[in-house]
């Protein structure tokens, strides 16, 4: 199933979050808050923020997990990255995440990640 802007809720064993606008948020083991938040930023050379243009979302949830999928794409000040986030998830609490892209130019970012 696919998953826009809002809020989205994701469970797999103990593992409890919500993808909120591309961010994964208040990642809980349990009663254990173990993540607030996990997103991508793009500073150029001056720190101000390059934003995201529109993103693709895939999300796939059944009873034993989840596998969230989505890809973005920054543009300005010289910079031209795009990303793909994957971050599968199973009912034995076992969660990762990645990101993977290439620059489409080469250019100075202040901090990506």
């Not at 961010?23 to 997103?39: F, I, K, P, Q, T």
């Not at 390059?50 to 300005?76: C, K, L, N, W």
Request: cysteine-free.
């Amino acid at each position: 199933m696919g998953a826009g802007t809002g809020r989205t809720p994701l469970r797999a064993g103990p593992l409890r979050m919500t993808l909120e606008d591309g961010d994964l948020r208040v990642v809980r083991a349990g009663a254990v808050e173990v993540v607030r938040r996990l997103s991508m930023a793009v500073r150029d050379t001056e720190w101000a923020t390059i934003p995201p243009r529109p993103r693709t979302f895939d999300v796939e949830q059944d009873g034993d997990g989840f596998r969230v999928a989505f890809r973005s794409r920054h543009v300005g000040s010289g910079i031209d990255l795009s990303w793909t986030r994957r971050s599968p998830a199973r009912p034995t609490a076992s969660w990762s995440t990645s990101w993977t892209g290439p620059s489409r130019r080469t250019a100075t970012t202040t901090a990506s990640g």
